[in-house]
C-alpha cells in the first residue's frame, strides 16, 4: 500500500523559514516525480515545486523560486522542501505527491498510480 505522511507545517510570522518533509512508503519511487502542491482557501490546487527522482531536474512555481528548495534525503525515501522568506500568500495546506513518470510541468495529477499526501498546514501572519 502506497503511503506518503507530510510533517513540519507551522504558524510562522512573514519573513521566517519552514521544513516540509515527506516520508514515502510502498512502491518503486526510483520511477517517479515527487511534488509539492499546496490548496489555499477558494482557490485550486497548484504545483509548487517537483524533483524527478530519475534525473534529480526540479521544478519550481514562479511565485516561489529564490525562496524554496527541494530535496531528496540519500539513501532514503524522504522529500523535503525548505522555504525561506515566507509570506502570508504562501499560507495553504500544503500536500506532498507522487506522480509516476517525469511529471515536467508539475502539474496535480490524479493518475492511479499516483499517490497524494493528508496535507500539512502552512499559515504565515503576523
Known amino acids: 500500500q502506497v503511503q506518503l505522511v507530510e510533517s513540519g507545517g507551522d504558524l510562522v510570522q512573514p519573513g521566517g523559514s519552514l521544513r516540509l518533509s515527506c516520508a514515502a512508503s510502498?512502491?518503486?519511487?526510483?520511477?517517479?516525480?515527487m511534488g509539492w502542491f499546496r490548496q489555499a482557501p477558494e482557490k485550486e490546487r497548484e504545483g509548487v515545486s517537483c524533483i524527478s527522482l530519475t534525473s534529480g531536474s526540479t521544478y519550481y512555481a514562479d511565485s516561489v523560486k529564490g525562496r524554496f528548495t527541494i530535496s531528496r534525503d540519500n539513501a532514503s525515501t524522504t522529500v523535503n522542501l525548505q522555504m525561506d522568506n515566507l509570506k502570508p500568500e504562501d499560507t495553504a495546506v500544503y500536500y506532498c505527491?507522487?506522480?509516476?513518470?517525469?511529471?515536467?510541468?508539475?502539474?496535480?495529477?490524479?493518475?492511479?498510480?499516483?499517490?497524494w499526501g493528508q496535507g500539512t498546514l502552512v499559515t504565515v501572519s503576523s
Open positions: 510502498g512502491f518503486p519511487l526510483q520511477y517517479y516525480t
Open positions: 505527491a507522487a506522480l509516476f513518470g517525469d511529471q515536467a510541468t508539475c502539474a496535480p495529477h490524479y493518475g492511479h498510480l499516483d499517490a
